[in-house]
C-alpha cells in the first residue's frame, strides 16, 4: 500500500478509502486480509450475540430468584395515595370504580401522571402489604381535617371491602401473615394518617382513629402543627412541645408507629429519643445522596439502629437524584447506601405511588417491585436474606416490636394521655363550648 501524505489520512490516523491504489502484486494479500476480517467478524459477532443471550439468561434467574422472595415474604410498602386520587377522580364515590382493571386505560386515570395503581399492577408487583395514605392537605388544618380524615379513612376501608378476594383489612401482624397465606392470595391493606393536622391537637380524635384502624400517623406534613416541626417550613417548636410528647407517648401506649417522612430534623430527633417503640420513615430518601430537605441525613439514619425503627426508601426523582429524571439504577444506590451505613435490617420500601407525578424509568408503576429486587442482586451486594428483610420482615419485625410495647405499657397500667389544654389556633374553627354556659 503506497504512503499517502498525513493531510490525507482521515480523522483515526488511517487512510481514505477513495484514496487507495492496490498494486496487482498486493491483490491476493488484500483479499486473504479481507476473509480473516469478516471471519473475525463473524466470530465478534457470534461472541456477541452469545453475550447478549447470556445477559438475559441471567437477568431472568435474577428475576426469578425475586419472584421466589416475594413469594415467600410479604412485600410492603410504605406509601400509597391511591385513595387522595379516589377523591380528586371520584369524590370518593366508588360504587361504580373498578380498581380491578386496567386503569391505564380508563380516564381520568390513564391521563395523570399521578396514577399508577390498580389491582392488576399489584398482582404483577406482588405486592403483599400496603399502607394506604388517608391524607388530607394541610390547607385544611384548623378547618375541616378531622372529617375529611374520617371520609379518607372510609373510602379505603370501603374499597377493600369492595374486594373481598383480593384486599384484607390489616391492623396487626397476624393479619398480614393471614392475608399472605391466603388463597388466593390477598393484598393486606394498612392504614396510615399523613400529618398531625389531622388530630386537630386532640389526643381523643387520635385515639379514635386507632379504633378505625390506623397504624401509623406522620406527625407533619409539609405545614408545622403547633407542636411539632415540618421539613418544609422554619421550625417554631424546634423539637416537641409538651403536647407533641404526649402525642408520640400515645401512640406508641395504642401501638401506631411513629412516622418521621416530612418531619423536621429536630422534631424527628426528639422523636427517635422519646418514643420506646421503633419509629419509621414510610416514604424517604437518603439526604447524602439527594440533599433535599425531606430526605434524611447520615445521623438520623444511624440512630435507627438503636431504636429498631427503619427507613423505606422513595421513589421520585427528585428525591432520589434532585432532578426531574432518575432510573431503577439511581434509587437502588439509596438501598446500597442505607445497607452500607447501618445494615440490611433497617431499610424498607415506600414507592410514594399515586402520590407524585414523575417516577424513574424501570418503576413506572406497582408492577415493577421485582425488577427492583432483580437490579438489587444484580449489584452482587445483597445476599437473598437480606432481601427478604428489605421486602417484608423488616416491617414485620418493627410493627411486632411496636406491639410488645403497647402490650407490656397496658400490662403496667400505663393510662391514656391526657392534656385538657391542648394547643389551639387562632384561626381554629371551634365553639368554645367548654367555656360555655351549655350542659
Known amino acids: 500500500m503506497p504512503a499517502v501524505p498525513d493531510n490525507e489520512r482521515n480523522q ?107 389491582l392488576p399492577r399489584l398482582r404483577r408487583g406482588m405486592v403483599g402489604a400496603q399502607f394506604w395514605s388517608a391524607f388530607v392537605p394541610c390547607a385544611t388544618q ?7 380524615t374520617l371520609e379518607q379513612i372510609d373510602v379505603i376501608k370501603r374499597l377493600v371491602e369492595k374486594y373481598p378476594m383480593q384486599m384484607q383489612l390489616a391492623t396487626s401482624v397476624t393479619d398480614i401473615l393471614q392475608a399472605h397465606s391466603a388463597r388466593p392470595r390477598k393484598i393486606a391493606s394498612l392504614i396510615g394518617i399523613e400529618g398531625g393536622h389531622s388530630i386537630a391537637n386532640s389526643l381523643g380524635v387520635l385515639r379514635s382513629y386507632y379504633q378505625l384502624g390506623v397504624r401509623y400517623m406522620t406527625l407533619t406534613h409539609t405545614c408545622n402543627t403547633p407542636w411539632a416541626d415540618s421539613s418544609n ?34 422534631t424527628t430527633r426528639a422523636a427517635i429519643r422519646l418514643s420506646k417503640a421503633p419509629v419509621i420513615f414510610s416514604h424517604s430518601s437518603v439526604y447524602n445522596l439527594c440533599n433535599h430537605k425531606r430526605n ?46 447501618v445494615g440490611a435490617d433497617f431499610v424498607g420500601i415506600g414507592g410514594d405511588f399515586d402520590g407524585v407525578n414523575r417516577v424513574p424509568r424501570g418503576l413506572e408503576d406497582v408492577s415493577k417491585y421485582p425488577e427492583l429486587f432483580a437490579e438489587l442482586l444484580r ?42 389544654d391542648s394547643p389551639t389556633d387562632n384561626g381554629n374553627c371551634t365553639s368554645n363550648a367548654f367555656n360555655s354556659d351549655y350542659y
Open 296 to 341: 434524611v441525613p447520615d445521623d438520623i439514619i444511624q440512630s435507627l439502629k438503636e431504636n429498631g425503627g427503619i427507613i423505606m426508601v422513595n421513589f421520585f426523582p427528585d428525591f432520589v437524584k434532585c432532578a426531574p429524571n432518575a432510573t431503577l439504577s439511581d434509587v437502588a444506590e439509596h438501598f446500597h447506601y442505607i445497607k452500607k451505613l
Open 12 to 118: 483515526q490516523g488511517g487512510t481514505p478509502f477513495w484514496r487507495l491504489t492496490i498494486k496487482l502484486p498486493n491483490f491476493v494479500t488484500a483479499v486473504r486480509m479481507v476473509n480473516r476480517c469478516e471471519r473475525r467478524a463473524v466470530a465478534c459477532v457470534l461472541l456477541a450475540v452469545t453475550a447478549v443471550v447470556a445477559a438475559a439468561s441471567y437477568d431472568r434467574e435474577r428475576l426469578d430468584i425475586a419472584k421466589q422472595i416475594l413469594e415467600e415474604v410479604p412485600l410492603t410498602d410504605g406509601h400509597n395515595d391511591l385513595p387522595w386520587n379516589i377523591r380528586k377522580f371520584l369524590r370518593n364515590q366508588i360504587n361504580e370504580f373498578e380498581l380491578d382493571t386496567d386503569l391505564t386505560v380508563v380516564e381520568p386515570w390513564s391521563k395523570s401522571k399521578y396514577s399508577h395503581t390498580d
Open 142 to 148: 384548623n378547618k375541616d381535617a378531622v372529617q375529611l
Open 379 to 420: 449489584s452482587g451486594q445483597w445476599s437473598v436474606q437480606e432481601l427478604k428483610n428489605l421486602a417484608g420482615l423488616n416491617m414485620l419485625g418493627v410493627r411486632r416490636q411496636m406491639e410488645k410495647v403497647r402490650d407490656e405499657m397496658r400490662t403496667n397500667g400505663v393510662e391514656p394521655e391526657e392534656h385538657p
Open 233 to 266: 417550613e422554619a421550625p417554631v417548636v424546634d423539637g416537641l412541645t409538651e403536647f407533641g410528647e404526649k402525642v408520640v407517648k400515645e401512640m406508641n401506649r395504642l401501638g401506631m408507629l411513629v412516622d418521621l417522612s416530612h418531619v423536621g430534623e429536630n
